[in-house]
């Protein structure tokens, strides 16, 4: 599938709700510019991002006459906001430890059975941790996504101890010499304090055999929710501290403006989005490639 026809609800909100406003003959005005406001902000560009691209646009109305200028000039403006510095991979450790936290619903195992296809057909040797031991269907699903895509599998017995988990699928990572260790958790929202509890102690016993590790902590977060994924970004960051988002779903709506919220509003960078339920529906995130995808 590609990133373009992945996007395509939102881009048919944005692209074509541009080309309508300049039906007629009308010219960047007010009236216009506050249309484009209600646009944005119904694709969940947040409303203090867009006040700022109202504003500068505003400014720059005498330049912009036909909807291709405008959306040239959007275009711009998304693009300084989505972009940042991601790290480049030369720095991962052997084995690079990652832990996939996340509310439940939000694609949490899609994203680590992609993400394990992903290392795997690099050449990179996984093993997949069944953390969340509270939830049978979890461990079923990831020893799916495991067979399927070559990775190795650590779980233990239902509702056994997610830290003890955790240490024996590094154990195993250090014996087996794997690249990769990717860490399911749990994602009972309900509650939020033993889950944090939870997700620190699953750390601390990584860090038993593994120094310095989890090396990092990625988020999963599901655009259809629109503006609740950031909150629900934010409440992790400040519980857990994260190191980046993957924004899944987003085939399935029109508010893929939350890429801007998740990317200006977080300050921890967007690193995969899913825009299928297949292997390959997850990118990892390139500011320019999405916001061609999307104007
Ligand atoms: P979890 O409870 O967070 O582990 O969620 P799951 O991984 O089981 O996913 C929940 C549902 O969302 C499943 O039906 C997935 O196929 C679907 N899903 C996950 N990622 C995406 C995505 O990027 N796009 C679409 N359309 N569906 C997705």
Excluded: C
């Amino acid at each position: 599938k590609s990133l373009k026809s992945g996007l395509s609800k939102t881009r048919n909100a944005l692209s074509s709700g541009v080309d309508a406003l300049f039906k007629g003959g009308r010219v960047l005005d007010d009236d216009l510019l506050e249309e484009l406001e209600e646009l944005l902000i119904t694709s969940d560009v947040g409303v203090r991002t867009t006040m700022e691209i109202i504003e500068t646009l505003s400014e720059k109305a005498s330049e912009i006459s036909n909807s291709a200028e405008l959306k040239a000039a959007l275009k711009a403006l998304l693009l300084e906001r989505i972009s940042f510095d991601v790290p480049p991979e030369e720095t991962m450790k052997k084995p690079h430890v990652m832990m996939v936290v996340g509310v439940n619903g939000v694609g949490k195992t899609t994203t680590i059975g992609k993400l394990a296809t992903r290392f795997v057909r690099e050449g990179k040797k996984v093993i997949i941790v069944a953390g969340d031991t509270f939830r049978a269907a979890a461990s079923e699903q990831l020893t799916v996504w495991a067979d399927r895509s070559g990775a190795d599998i650590v779980r233990h017995k239902d509702n056994s101890d997610p830290a003890a988990v955790a240490f024996d699928g590094v154990q195993a990572a250090v014996s087996r010499n794997a690249d990769i260790v990717i860490i399911d958790t749990a994602g009972r929202l309900h509650t939020k304090k033993n889950l944090m509890e939870e997700l620190k102690k699953i750390r601390r016993s990584v860090s038993k055999t593994i120094e310095d590790g989890p090396h990092e902590t990625l988020m999963v977060v599901d655009a259809t929710t629109g503006q609740n994924a950031l909150t629900q970004a934010q409440l992790f960051h400040e519980a857990v501290g994260i190191d980046g988002v993957a924004l899944t779903k987003l085939d399935g709506t029109a508010k893929g403006g939350i890429v801007i919220g998740i990317t200006s509003t977080l300050g921890v960078p967007l690193k995969y989005i899913g825009i299928g339920e297949q292997a390959d529906d997850l990118r990892p995130f390139d500011a320019e490639e999405f916001a061609d995808a999307l104007l």
